[in-house]
């Protein structure tokens, strides 16, 4: 058995203490590894670099031969049999739903971001004590306590429970289906807990519904309401953290309609992404990049899985349910990359730049575009057979895949769609997951359902005819975005500051659109990395940059259409 122990002298330091003892098997040199990202982030974490002052002992207490390898594994070179002792530190000063934070209000731990695990023996069971003898909270979080001290049944487990104690702490249950979810708060709760817990209850039911079964025993929310603006949840098996401020505006519809939105979308993840994940993730490998072309059914699907419940459940309105889609509609095409990043290749290249945009922006988002894709794969299951929709396919790969421990393939999903929308599987495929067509792919298959997508010309003629965007400041116009193959994409760069147009300095949006509006032919100085730089630009009428879309019922859609939209936005009581 592994056995871990954390402590904290002085939580005001931020840095607590872990002990890891574990037994050698003799005389060998025993790698540690320190995961090098987390399950829901595809990218490498830099979590290594809050480790310091790391030591090792034999059963006697002495030293033992400890150095770093690699950037995420130390070495310790054991002498023979018996126990070995490893103490070290962690600096905990990331707060946010994936990392972990100490101060004197709380005492947050996520155990993936700083406990080693012995190589080759993550399978073993192991426990966790906290030594905390002036905290007298009860633990928030899925491990059972027992005195101070859990067990897990393996690394794994143990590293996906993250946990916390607070000075003000909340705790309220609910069931459904005689499963218990428990929802565990730190912060100012300004919202009604009885209302709070209908809705709670209502989205879960619907999950529940829609999936016929739960993955878990039991299932925990931990939610960190913080007083400042912030936003982030993250999954785990058995729970989730969310992270949302400030909390104060919790009592308002907007931050509280987000409190529900991404509960909803993390409690989706206990089957998608938890259980029902791509084969490059069985097992997950937590030590190296797991490279997967698939996003658009672990985060795609989830997020529009999550908002789509929220309408099962009643808690959105049809009209705001439109609203939302309009939204994903609009962010998605302010990515300025749309004809040459696919989902396919967005989803894998998550792991060479993160979630920040590429400086070509060679890339997509799994959630927006994802979530779009998944509409357009709904709507044309539904099309061809008004008795199935996107939870046939997701309970296929729950019950034949996630239920045997086994990770779908691009080509286990090609032979699902097939089968729940026959040819229309490859117009999907290359449309919205290896192509660049979802908008107008997705347009498509929400008009059988009486739903008009319709294109909204921006207001300003510089992003209209020109194809730039500047950032929103008052006091200077920075580029912010310029759209490809439009005529600004040939002379402006991002940050361009931009001075004059016409040899007349211009500051504000108003007085650049009355200086375009009077020449076809405008100059432009703009301020580049410490110099000044002229162009001038021809405009024609012929651009429609940065075009929106609003998305509404359609007045004139046929009774077949009006059915198939009532059936699709049906009610689950």
């Not at 402006?492 to 300095?505: A, C, E, G, I, M």
């Not at 100085?525 to 998305?551: C, M, N, Q, Y």
Request: hydrophobic share 35%; charged share 25%; with cysteine.
């Amino acid at each position: 058995m592994i056995q871990y122990t954390i402590s904290c002298a002085n939580r005001m330091s931020q840095n607590i203490q872990i002990r890891l003892l574990f037994e050698a098997e003799g005389n060998e040199i025993v790698a540690l590894e320190l995961p090098a990202w987390r399950p829901g982030r595809y990218e490498f974490q830099t979590y290594a670099r809050n480790i310091f002052a790391v030591y090792a002992f034999d059963a006697a207490q002495k030293p033992l031969k400890v150095y770093k390898k690699e950037r995420n594994t130390w070495c310790v070179e054991t002498k023979e049999r018996g126990p070995v002792e490893i103490h070290y530190q962690y600096s905990c000063t990331q707060l946010d739903a994936g990392g972990s934070w100490v101060d004197d209000m709380l005492f947050y731990i996520n155990p993936i971001n700083c406990l080693f695990y012995v190589k080759g023996r993550e399978k073993e069971s192991c426990t966790l004590t906290l030594d905390l003898p002036d905290d007298s909270s009860t633990v928030a979080t899925n491990l059972s306590f027992n005195n101070g001290t859990a067990q897990a049944e393996h690394y794994f487990r143990l590293a996906d429970s993250p946990f916390f104690l607070s000075s003000r702490q909340g705790h309220e249950v609910y069931q459904v289906n005689g499963i218990s979810f428990h929802i565990w708060t730190h912060g100012e709760t300004t919202y009604d807990k009885t209302i709070l817990l209908t809705h709670f209850r209502a989205i879960t039911a619907v999950q529940l519904a829609a999936m016929h079964t739960f993955p878990e025993k039991e299932y925990h929310f931990l939610l960190l309401l913080f007083p400042f603006t912030h936003y982030h949840g993250v999954e785990h098996q058995q729970s989730t953290v969310i992270t949302l401020g400030p909390a104060q505006d919790l009592a308002k519809p907007h931050l509280y309609e987000e409190l529900i939105s991404i509960s909803s979308h993390e409690l989706y993840h206990t089957w998608n992404i938890c259980k029902i994940r791509p084969a490059e993730m069985y097992p997950y490998r937590l030590h190296e990049e797991n490279y997967f072309r698939t996003g658009f059914v672990a985060e795609g699907i989830t997020t529009y899985l999550g908002e789509y419940f929220l309408r099962q459940s009643g808690f959105f309105s049809e009209e705001r349910f439109l609203v939302e889609i309009e939204q994903w509609f609009n962010r998605h095409l302010m990515h300025r990359g749309l004809e040459r990043a696919s989902l396919s290749d967005s989803s894998f290249d998550l792991w060479v730049d993160g979630y920040a945009g590429s400086s070509a922006d060679y890339k997509v988002s799994i959630y927006v575009a994802g979530a779009l894709s998944a509409i357009a794969l709904d709507l044309q299951i539904r099309l061809a057979n008004e008795n199935k929709s996107i939870f046939d396919l997701m309970r296929t790969l729950y019950q034949e895949k996630a239920l045997k421990e086994e990770g779908y393939t691009e080509a286990t999903l090609h032979k699902e769609i097939q089968s729940l929308i026959g040819e229309e599987e490859q117009n999907f495929w290359t449309h919205c997951i290896t192509g660049h067509f979802i908008e107008p792919y997705v347009s498509k298959a929400l008009e059988e359902f009486g739903i008009s997508v319709n294109k909204v010309s921006s207001a300003y003629s510089h992003e209209r005819l020109l194809g730039i965007k500047f950032k929103p400041t008052s006091s200077k116009l920075d580029v912010a975005k310029l759209q490809i193959n439009s005529p600004s994409a040939s002379f402006f760069l991002v940050d361009d500051q931009l001075l004059s147009v016409n040899d007349k300095p211009v500051s504000t949006l108003h007085a650049l659109q009355e200086e375009i509006e009077l020449s076809r032919y405008p100059k432009f100085t703009v301020w580049r990395k410490g110099r000044e730089v002229s162009f001038s630009i021809p405009i024609t009428d012929e651009g429609d940059h940065w075009a929106l879309r609003s998305v509404q019922k359609n007045s004139e859609a046929s009774d077949e259409q009006k059915l198939r939209y009532k059936n699709w936005m049906r009610e689950i009581s």
